[in-house]
Every structure is written in structure tokens, then in C-alpha cells.
Nanobody, 118 residues
């Protein structure tokens, strides 16, 4: 089992950058595929990025996911932010390969709010 805690959210102007962090408990962090999702008010949870146990990751242009297995942390670097990126961002974990559907992830953090002003 793994527990996830996100941090790094906040208010940023359009065009700015933020780096989100997700710290995980447990000694088996390296076993997990990690994902970032986001949910805006009134909308479904949306896949943002994921990184596998071996470090292979999805690519989404302005966003980059990375992991530090020694530090039990996964990051989401977000550049050139836009108002439509405003959402609560969630970190999630699963054992196995990358999936883009949130239902495949077993463990979730509490979320961190990202607000991009125009």
C-alpha cells in the first residue's frame, strides 16, 4: 500500500510555471506506475501524465512528469500555463503498466489546487 501527498499548487499568472510534487510513503515506491490527473469544477477527472516503473512516460507538450525513486517523489512540471489548466491536480499510483483511465489507479492523494489567472 502507498500513501500519496501532493504539494506545490497555487495561484499563477497565465504563461507562468509551477512544479507539483507528490510524496509517497512506503518502501516499494519504485514498483508503482505514477500518474497525474486533474479535475475542474463540473468536469470529469482528466488524465494529465504518467510515468512507469522504468521511467517511461507520456508526453503532453507543456507538462513533464518525472520521478525520484530514492526520494519517493513524483513531479509534474507545468510550463506556459493557461487559465484552462485551472483544476485540482491529483497524484495516483498503480502496480502495472500505464493507463490513462483513472479507474485503473488504486491509490490517490488528496489533491492540490492550481489556479491560473488570465
Amino acid at each position: 500500500q502507498v500513501q500519496l501527498v501532493e504539494s506545490g499548487g497555487g495561484l499563477v499568472q497565465s504563461g507562468g510555471s509551477l512544479r507539483l510534487s507528490c510524496a509517497a510513503s512506503g518502501r516499494t515506491f519504485s514498483r508503482y506506475t505514477l500518474g497525474w490527473f486533474r479535475q475542474a469544477p463540473g468536469k470529469d477527472r482528466q488524465f494529465v501524465a504518467a510515468i512507469s516503473r522504468s521511467g517511461g512516460s507520456t508526453v503532453k507538450g507543456r507538462f513533464t512528469i518525472s520521478r525520484d525513486n530514492a526520494g519517493n517523489t513524483v513531479y509534474l512540471q507545468m510550463n506556459s500555463l493557461k487559465p484552462e489548466d485551472t483544476a485540482v491536480y491529483y497524484c495516483a499510483a498503480r502496480e502495472g503498466v500505464i493507463y490513462r483511465e483513472s479507474s485503473w489507479y488504486d491509490y490517490w492523494g488528496q489533491g492540490t489546487q492550481v489556479t491560473v489567472s488570465s
